[in-house]
Nanobody, 120 residues
Framework: QVQLVESGGGLVQPGGSLRLSCAAS????????MGWYRQVPGKERELVAA???????NYADSLKGRFTISRDNANNTVYLQMNSLKPEDTAVYYC??????????????WGQGTQVTVSS
C-alpha cells in the first residue's frame, strides 16, 4: 500500500514563499512521476508541476519561473518551492504519485491535500 504525506501549507502574504513536501512510502518500483496539483472550489484539479524518477520536469505554463519542483529519489520525497505567491495561488494542493507498470498502465495515488492561502 502506498501512502503520501504532505506538509508545508499555510497562510502567506502576497509576494511570500512556501515550500511543500510530500513523502511517499510503500511499494514503489520502476518508473514513476511525482507531482503537485491544486484545486479551488468549483474548478477542476489542475497540474502545477511534476517530476519523473529520471528527472524530467513538467510545469503549468502560467507557473514557470515562480514554482520549482524537485525530488529526492532515495527518500521518495517531492518538494514544491513556491515564490512570489499571489492571491490566485490560493488552493488546496495535492501530491500525486503515478507508478507505471507498462507504458499506458499506471496507478495513481493521492495525498490528503494541504491548504495554501495567499492573503494580506
Amino acid at each position: 500500500q502506498v501512502q503520501l504525506v504532505e506538509s508545508g501549507g499555510g497562510l502567506v502574504q502576497p509576494g511570500g514563499s512556501l515550500r511543500l513536501s510530500c513523502a511517499a512510502s510503500g511499494s514503489i518500483f520502476g518508473f514513476n512521476v511525482m507531482g503537485w496539483y491544486r484545486q479551488v472550489p468549483g474548478k477542476e484539479r489542475e497540474l502545477v508541476a511534476a517530476v519523473s524518477s529520471t528527472g524530467h520536469t513538467n510545469y503549468a505554463d502560467s507557473l514557470k519561473g515562480r514554482f520549482t519542483i524537485s525530488r529526492d529519489n532515495a527518500n521518495n520525497t517531492v518538494y514544491l518551492q513556491m515564490n512570489s505567491l499571489k492571491p490566485e495561488d490560493t488552493a488546496v494542493y495535492y501530491c500525486n504519485l503515478r507508478v507505471y507498470r507498462l507504458r499506458d498502465v499506471y496507478s495513481d495515488y493521492w495525498g490528503q491535500g494541504t491548504q495554501v492561502t495567499v492573503s494580506s
